[in-house]
């Protein structure tokens, strides 16, 4: 079998904040404050093979859009490693490290956010193909109206500033930007979440039909089922910064094993069950600040025994590519 | 929409385009730009336009001496705004004054902001240590008076325009610093930050290509406020005599020098370089508060 694409091997990230001075010397008089640290994403193992489409679900602040960017290269990880196509990133020479880092790019989540004010269009796209020699100078102006009309845009805007185009064209930017660089695989963060659901069916359609062209694997984060149902070929659940569940999504959407999967499944609203009533998940997501011990979803699961309080389910097959993490299956 | 259609639009509205308009949109502003722009020209161009080179000794006369406005002299030369003890023409000295103070206050407060600005951006940018670091020089800096430090500098470094400059940036950089690291902590974690990185752009490239860019409004906003300080810090010192030498004199030199004469009805020698600091403050100061209005984001339409 070949090698994954990308691999993240056993890979946390904790966001501390520690003392600061004050608290340091009221610690002197017995405060007993400590650093207070999230762990965003523990231990995980993700591969992703080539042509794939692979879904990451899971509630706001799971460590979802944390773990999309460890994979894009934006955050280091605190443990665990990063492979692409079986070489550990970190461990490459700086030029091959760099090759491999404009390989693997991220279209993001707020479409006004990720496009520098002060460019021009052209200036926004062009950029980083120009510094690293992708292209030459004197072709910059063609690969550029290549790129918007690859993205559905009209050439002729690329003078203009990003504040003079819409939410969904904004869009389509930011993919045509990461697309100069010539990437294989693109992690995207709830990169249809701020649009209208007219404009993000379009700029779906344009993923797919990327995906198509120009044989791109992506990594999709969202918090929407029906977007991810539509497009991915696994989906990974994921809960409190760790994976609980993982399958192809049919039988993810037939077959939901995990009772937190089970739950989101039933928050979906469908066209042919109106008079059933929703069973929204019970609770909040608790504070990643002080996780539940255990399994993490314990105080919100109907099956909760006392092993569920104490000991944390490893991720376990419990059918050919599908992957469970609950003490219910054994 | 035809593509023909989108072509008709009207051209490219460029930033610099609507910054323009959003500013001139003042009376008071404008008022303001008018004033500085005749301030800085009368201040270039004072050598040419100015009735006597004050420091020219071969032009003064003595007998000259503290003649009230609009006296006329031996020679025929019409003193529009008086004379001072030595003779010389307050128009003439006003002007050339202007010229230094003008030149100590854009300079020094030029250098400060480059200081400064670099500073604090590697402050915000790098964070951790180097942060802490600079931002901590910051803070003491911050908290003793500008007079105290600028006067604790020239008792230690002696007079003379360079070390006036060297005083007023060390005053003033720290206000760059804080200013630019406050916005460049926001600009920092925006997305398009995060796509630059994403792109293997160089650090160097991404400071100042994208994160600098971003960071300027304020930093203009503190910038036109500070100059303005900065000429009213210098005309202090040198009314303190610490400033700089009577070689060189700056309006504060000048209100000095009358204010001997106050009490004994002789109000001209510091009463018109007084107007005209007052002035050149006020006009600083009208242009730099429609700036901050036009590039407060929350103030936009």
Redesign the interface.
């Known amino acids: 079998m070949l090698e994954p694409m990308i691999q993240l091997a056993n890979v946390s990230r904790r966001f501390a904040k520690r003392l600061d001075v004050a608290a340091r010397i009221a610690n002197w008089f017995g405060a007993g404050l400590k650093d207070e640290i999230v762990h965003a994403v523990d231990r995980v193992d993700l591969e992703v093979r080539q042509g794939e489409v692979v879904g990451l679900v899971g509630e706001s602040g799971c460590g979802k859009s944390t773990l999309g960017?460890i994979v894009?290269?934006?955050l280091p990880p605190s443990e665990g490693t990063r492979a692409w196509h079986g070489k550990a990133i970190d461990t490459l020479p700086a030029a091959e490290a760099?090759q491999a880092?404009?390989k693997?790019?991220?279209i993001?989540?707020?479409p006004f956010?990720?496009?520098?004010?002060?460019l021009r269009v052209t200036d926004i796209v062009a950029?980083?193909p120009v510094?690293?020699g992708i292209v030459k100078g004197s072709e910059r102006e063609a690969y550029v109206d290549d790129l918007l009309r690859r993205v559905g845009l009209?050439p002729?805007?690329k003078?203009?500033?990003p504040h003079?185009f819409s939410g969904g064209q904004r869009a389509r930017i930011?993919i045509a930007?990461?697309l100069a660089?010539k990437p294989e695989f693109m992690v995207c963060d709830e990169a249809v979440a701020a649009l209208d659901v007219s404009i993000q069916a379009q700029v779906l359609n344009l993923f797919m039909d990327l995906r198509a062209d120009l044989g791109l694997t992506y990594l999709f984060i969202s918090h929407d089922l029906g977007v991810v149902e539509h497009l991915s070929d696994r989906v990974v659940i994921m809960y409190l910064g760790r994976f609980v569940e993982i399958a192809a999504t049919e039988d993810l959407f037939q077959r939901p094993n995990h009772p937190y999967t089970q739950a989101l499944l039933r928050g979906i609203p469908r066209l042919d069950a109106r008079k059933q009533a929703f069973e929204p998940v019970q609770g909040e997501i608790p504070s990643p600040l002080n996780p539940p011990p255990g399994c993490h979803f314990h105080p919100r699961c109907k099956h909760a025994m006392e092993r569920c309080r104490v000991e944390q389910p490893d991720l376990k097959p419990i059918a050919p590519g599908h992957w469970s993490a609950c003490h219910l299956n054994g | 929409m035809t593509?023909d259609a989108?072509?008709a639009t009207p051209k490219?509205?460029?930033?610099l385009r609507r910054f323009l308009t959003d500013f001139f949109a003042s009376k008071l502003a404008i008022a303001g730009l008018v004033g500085l722009t005749l301030v800085v020209l009368i201040a270039i161009f004072a050598p040419w336009i100015a009735p006597q080179n004050p420091y020219d000794l071969r032009q003064l006369d003595i007998m000259d001496g503290r003649l009230p406005p609009g006296s006329k002299s031996f020679s025929g030369m019409t003193y529009w705004l008086g004379t001072d003890d030595q003779g010389r023409d307050m128009l003439s000295g006003i002007m050339y004054g202007l010229r230094t103070s003008l030149a100590v206050g854009f300079g020094a407060s030029l250098l400060a902001l480059m200081i400064g600005m670099s500073a604090g951006l590697i402050a915000a940018y790098f964070g951790g240590w180097v942060e802490s670091l600079i931002m901590r020089i910051v803070d003491i800096q911050l908290s003793f008076p500008a007079i105290l430090v600028a006067l604790i500098l020239l008792a230690v470094l002696g007079q003379g325009v360079d070390k006036i400059v060297i005083a007023l940036v060390a005053v003033q950089w720290a206000y760059y610093a804080r200013t630019v690291r406050g916005t460049a902590l926001v600009e920092r974690r925006?997305?398009?930050i995060?796509?630059?990185?994403?792109?293997?752009?160089?650090d160097r490239?991404i400071v100042f290509?994208?994160l600098l860019?971003?960071c300027l409004p304020p930093l203009i906003v503190v910038n036109t406020v500070l100059v303005a300080s900065a000429i009213a810090l210098e005309a202090t010192l040198s009314f303190l005599g610490l400033g700089l030498p009577v070689t060189k004199p700056s309006l504060g030199l000048l209100i000095a020098n009358g204010f001997a004469y106050l009490l004994s009805g002789k109000y001209w020698i510091s009463f018109f370089p007084g107007v005209a600091l007052l002035f050149t403050i006020v006009c600083i100061n009208l242009v730099g508060d429609q700036l901050r209005d036009v590039l407060n984001p929350r103030l936009q339409k």
Do not use: W
């Open positions: 960017r894009a290269g934006i760099r880092e404009l693997i790019q991220m993001f989540q707020d956010a990720s496009l520098n004010p002060r950029e980083a510094a690293h009209d002729s805007l003078r203009r500033y003079q930011g930007r990461a660089v | 593509t989108l072509r490219v509205e460029t930033p925006k997305e398009y995060e796509a630059a990185r994403c792109l293997a752009l160089g490239r290509k994208h860019p971003n």
